[in-house]
């Protein structure tokens, strides 16, 4: 039998003013459970509070009922009272009778008459809530991060430094990402590698690092605290405990001219390589696709060459090596993956056209972003000297073009890609630097340098390296001989301009990595129809994802730069160590259970779940036989937002707190309405 | 005596039922005809929920939620969305005018647009009068003394 005690507050005057709360207080005395009821000035005041717990005790209350402000206002406050007194805090309710009632009526009359019925369909939800008991789940303090860029790299060594263990993928032979193949950066001018390259040895070296580069995420399954995580190690073809990277393979290798990626297709790399200088790890790796010996096994022929191998003294070049599958427990993980460029030549994937009029990948001195880093990166192939692709001659015009792909739905992405007006304007002044007597255009839609010294930074660009910037797009680039013929329009003069450069620079769209949709699909996490991951909140939760325990720092959640990425991977790292302050994990118990007797297994609770929070589960007899399949509500996963419920057709899952005897006693309630 | 509509509000926690929080804080002045179910998400409301409210006394009701693409849940309201788009279809199957059901999106911070929908669903009804059709096929309705009825959306 039901004891509810009902506690009616006046707030001083706010609720008083126009809410008769002696009268309330009376009224629901006489409703059936309750056991005593009564008002007083401030309910969330400590003798209010006392007055409860009291009555609790006294009264041997079932339930509590706190008629006075918003929910969201108090519901813990009393939540805590109650269970000072001895009672299960989900016993303990509110009537909201403050800003659902007397803020928002002045007949005073209406507003008693209301804020008695908004009492009575609480009174008969507590009837029948039920104690809940707070979940608690295991955490594994362990993390993995996903992507060995600039931002993979911070979020890992944070973590580690946090304390806790780090599983760092990358499916790159080297960490470093795009960043280690920046010349300098803006707004500083500093040098990427000389900033870059010592937190890359740092996170080799970190005791609580576990570096699995040249791999990928095969599969995740679990929840918060609690994923397994299958790691793909792609063969190297080279042993890493022998290998000292000493190098005498690549050096041996007979194949030489194959595009480097490192070097974004303008340097020249072997089958055996290791991708830059300064890789980490420092070890090799066998282009199958390219290397003779492979090439020849593909067509059934004997192996060939093998010169790496003869080279190498420690017999570390294993041709025969085989893809491994290592799996890992983790509590959280970090998707760093990044970004790409967007190609601007003919051949585009589905869903995006090329930029054929710019003649991009015909004319090799139309070259992109990352292309002009290498030509002005020491370690590039032109070891930091301004050549054109085509003659190796210096240019002494070039003309860059921005906005190539970015903020033109024609091309499929409607988005500002935020870094490409700062590097067109550090590429301006590298250039100057390099060529003193060479002239930079630039054709720009809208000059955003919006972060700590970046407008100074194309300010300077402008105003003292002499930079020239037209505001325009331009339509056309066609070869002429020795020049490229720029044809374009400048909207702030009003006319047509045609400049003839030697070389072109397309500042093209940060688009994020292929495969990303199958990775965030592995994970569980939304992703927006550029296939960049989608925050859980733009504003508040901004690297978390919509999965509980998977966050995301970096370019793979929209275009950013260093600093930013840095930032994210940070916050992205500090609320994993958050995570991991506990052993276990703590969640509200307003979850949904499931009824196996009467479930039918039909599994539309599991396509309704935004959370994948339904998992199946086999029923078996004592021999073992299956008897049924029926859905289970992981608690560690589920939200609590009902949709599943009122979804089920055997009406066999029940969400905790809001069950539907708990509503329909609510709606019930209403029948005698008292106005 | 004039009617005065009785109305019945199935709201989620985060964006309505906060919204009409804000209009309380901001004293908007409204209608005093509206009583609040408060449900975590529009995704958990049963349109049997909807039947029961009218079989129980209401004249009239309001279904308010996040906006779409604003969920708390991610998703629920398109779940809800796609739901009531069907149940509106057999409204006329069970003897229901749509005009009695306000279906609307309020957000946290849309107090006055609640304030809106609740002034002129309460309008709204006053001039549909008095719905007593299903009243007239069920017991007289006790306050609150018994448990969901068998008749309507009663739990198994």
Known sequence: ?675 | MSFEPKVTAFVCNWCTYTGADLAGTSRLQMASNVRIIRLPCTGRIDPLFLLKAFERGADGLIVSGCHPADCHYNAGNYHARRRFAIFRELLDVVGLDPARITFSWVSASEGNKWREVVDDTVERIRGLGPFTAYRDLTPPAVSGAEGPSATIGGAP
């Not at chain 1, 005791?207 to 605290?225: C, D, F, H, M």
């Not at chain 1, 302050?581 to 009467?598: H, I, M, W, Y």
């Open chain 1, 1 to 675: 039998m039901a004891r509810i005690g009902v506690f009616v507050c006046h707030c001083g005057e706010n609720i008083g003013r126009t809410v008769d709360c002696a009268r309330v207080a009376e009224a629901l005395m006489d409703h059936p459970g309750v056991v005593t009821s009564v008002d007083y000035k401030y309910m969330c005041s400590d003798p209010g509070q006392s007055l409860i717990k009291k009555a609790i005790e006294e009264h041997q209350l079932t339930g509590v009922v706190v008629a006075a402000c918003s929910p969201h206002m108090h519901e813990k406050t009393f939540r805590r009272a109650a269970t000072a007194a001895g009672l299960n805090p989900f016993l303990s309710e509110m009537a909201n009778v403050r800003e659902h009632c007397s803020w928002i009526h002045e007949d005073r009359d209406a507003a008693t008459a209301k804020a008695i019925d908004i009492g009575r369909t609480i009174i008969e939800k507590v009837k029948l809530n039920t104690p809940l008991e707070t979940i608690r789940i295991p955490v594994t303090r362990r993390a993995l991060v996903i992507g060995g860029g600039i931002a993979g790299i911070q979020a890992a060594l944070d973590i580690a430094d946090g304390g806790r263990e780090v599983v760092l993928v990358e499916k790159e032979p080297s960490i470093g990402g795009h960043m280690s193949q920046l010349s300098e950066t803006f707004p500083t001018l500093d040098c990427s590698q000389c900033i870059l390259t010592p937190r890359m040895v740092e996170v080799y070296q970190h005791p609580r690092i576990k570096l699995y580069s040249y791999s990928e995420v095969e599969a995740v399954e679990g929840y918060i605290g609690n994923f397994t995580v299958t790691v793909r190690k792609k063969a190297r073809s080279v042993d890493e405990d022998k290998c000292n990277g000493c190098g005498a393979c690549t050096q041996a290798c007979p194949n030489r001219k194959i595009p480097s990626g490192f070097d974004a297709g303008l340097g020249k790399r072997p089958a055996i390589y290791v991708p830059f200088p300064q890789a980490v790890p420092n070890l090799p790796v066998i282009d199958r696709d390219r290397c003779t010996l492979f090439i020849a096994r593909s067509k059934g022929r004997k192996d060939a060459c093998m010169k790496c191998a003869q080279a190498c003294p420690k017999g570390g070049v294993d041709f025969d090596q085989q893809d491994r599958l290592v799996t890992e427990q983790v509590g959280a993980i970090v998707v760093a993956t990044g970004y790409q460029l967007y190609s601007i030549g003919r051949e585009q994937p589905p869903g995006l056209s090329g930029y054929g009029e710019y003649d991009y990948g015909d004319v090799p001195d139309v070259i992109d972003g990352l292309q002009f880093e290498r030509l002005a990166s020491a370690s590039g192939p032109t070891g930091g000297k301004i050549q054109r692709p085509s003659d190796g001659k210096e240019p002494q015009r070039i003309v860059f073009l921005q906005c190539i792909g970015s903020r033109d739905p024609a091309k499929g992405m409607h988005y500002c890609s935020k870094i490409c007006c700062m590097y067109v304007a550090k590429h301006t002044m590298l250039y100057k630097h390099k060529v003193h007597s060479g002239q930079a255009t630039v054709f720009y839609m809208d000059l955003r340098a919006n972060g700590k010294g970046y407008d100074e930074f194309t300010r300077r660009a402008i105003e003292e390296e002499g930079a020239q910037y037209v505001r325009g797009r331009v339509s056309r680039l066609y070869r002429d001989g020795e020049v490229i013929k720029v044809r374009g329009f400048d909207t702030l003069a009003g006319e047509p301009v045609e400049i003839d450069a030697d070389m072109v620079v397309l500042a093209t769209a940060m688009r994020p990595q292929p495969g990303i949709e199958t990775l965030a699909q592995k994970l569980s996490v939304s992703y927006d129809g550029h296939g960049f991951i989608n925050e859980a909140h733009p504003k508040l939760r901004p690297v978390e994802t919509n999965t509980a325990g998977v966050y995301v720092a970096g370019a793979c959640q929209a275009p950013r730069d260093i600093p930013d990425s840095v930032a994210m991977a940070s916050a992205a790292a500090s609320k994993v160590l958050g995570l991991f302050a506990n052993e276990q994990l703590e969640r509200e118990p307003t979850v949904a259970r499931v009824d196996e007797g009467s479930c039918t297994g039909c599994f539309h609770c599991e396509r309704v779940c935004a959370y994948n929070a339904v998992e199946r589960k086999e029923l078996r007899d004592r021999k073992g036989n299956l008897v049924k399949v029926v859905a289970y509500v992981n608690p560690g996963v589920c939200q609590g937002c009902g949709t599943c419920q009122a979804t089920c057709p055997s009406k066999s899952i029940e969400l905790q707190g809001f069950t539907d005897p708990q509503i329909y006693a609510e709606i019930n309630a209403l029948g005698g309405w008292a106005s």
